[in-house]
């Protein structure tokens, strides 16, 4: 199976990394191409990293090197592929101008799938001739750790394509989950709820950064902490997604002020070297 991801950030990198590492001939897709041979590096330091830990053995990694390429072109890219995901920045047009153009490249009866995270799945393929194609996959970062893909399904989803979606996520080592075209799906909707709160809590002076954090691991048994996650996301994303789900939901989402005046300062989380921690090499170094 050949499957294209159309956007090598973070998330387009994990995705074609699993990819590849689960016997699909993968094309990492950008016009920017020193942002595509950051996504290379990153997808290929991932097989290191997995072997490294034992997850996957010197031999596949270097298969899985083997069936991962690079491309700045959708059109040549998309070329027999049997599926396409795209994962370019959570905003509404870029999405269905990138669409119009993998609509326009995919073989017919191909998979387009999006990685949104909170934005309509069919007001993306409305953008499209083909809007019984698209579905919506979300991936949670990292997305070689996280078990997680939503399969989003829109009114005008073909079910077959659903189901195509589903055992495609099977095959990379996923769990799935089937939910309605609904502002932040269910796992947005109720995770950016959460990290909204912790962050008014911080901004309240009810606890440190980390002991917010510390409560959720240690009281509900959550694998990292909602201001934790937050700097792993990108406050920047969650900011989006926040004011998102506030024109379409209520004022629950209204962003509390300690994020916008994060985000407007540059402080996004580890991508930056801070946010609600500081981050050295990749690590916490400490709350701010």
């Known amino acids: 199976?050949?499957?294209?991801?159309?956007?090598?950030?973070?998330?387009?990198?994990?995705?074609?990394?699993?990819?590849?590492?689960?016997?699909?001939?993968?094309?990492?897709?950008?016009?920017?191409?020193?942002?595509?041979?950051?996504?290379?590096?990153?997808?290929?330091?991932?097989?290191?990293?997995?072997?490294?830990?034992?997850?996957?053995?010197?031999?596949?990694?270097?298969?899985?090197?083997?069936?991962?390429?690079?491309?700045?072109?959708?059109?040549?890219?998309?070329?027999?592929?049997?599926?396409?995901?795209?994962?370019?920045?959570?905003?509404?047009?870029?999405?269905?101008?990138?669409?119009?153009?993998?609509?326009?490249?995919?073989?017919?009866?191909?998979?387009?799938?999006?990685?949104?995270?909170s934005l309509s799945v069919g007001a993306i393929a409305a953008a499209t001739a083909c809007p019984e194609r698209v579905v919506g996959m979300h991936f949670f970062n990292p997305v070689p750790a996280m078990k997680l893909v939503e399969i989003v399904r829109h009114d005008r989803a073909d079910p077959a394509m659903v189901e195509r979606a589903r055992e495609l996520t099977l095959r990379l080592g996923k769990e799935p989950i089937v939910v309605a075209d609904s502002p932040g799906f269910a796992s947005s909707r109720l995770g950016v709820l959460l990290g909204l709160e912790a962050a008014r809590m911080l901004e309240a002076g009810v606890a440190s950064a980390a002991d917010i954090d510390k409560a959720m691991r240690l009281g509900y048994g959550h694998p990292m902490g909602p201001l934790e996650l937050g700097d792993l996301v990108g406050l920047d994303v969650r900011l989006a997604i926040a004011e998102h789900l506030e024109r379409e939901i209520g004022a629950q989402f209204a962003p509390p002020e300690i994020l916008r005046r994060k985000v407007s300062e540059g402080k996004l989380g580890k991508k930056t070297g801070e946010g609600f921690y500081r981050w050295e090499n990749g690590k916490i170094a400490d709350a701010r």
């Open 1 to 117: 199976m050949k499957m294209v991801v159309v956007g090598a950030g973070t998330m387009g990198a994990g995705i074609a990394q699993v990819g590849a590492a689960a016997g699909l001939e993968v094309v990492l897709v950008d016009v920017d191409g020193s942002a595509l041979e950051r996504g290379l590096d990153r997808a290929t330091a991932g097989l290191d990293g997995a072997v490294a830990r034992g997850k996957l053995s010197a031999e596949d990694a270097v298969a899985a090197r083997t069936r991962l390429r690079g491309s700045s072109s959708i059109g040549e890219a998309a070329d027999g592929a049997e599926v396409v995901v795209e994962a370019v920045p959570e905003q509404l047009e870029l999405k269905r101008r990138i669409f119009g153009a993998i609509a326009a490249a995919a073989p017919g009866g191909s998979l387009l799938a999006s990685n949104t995270s």
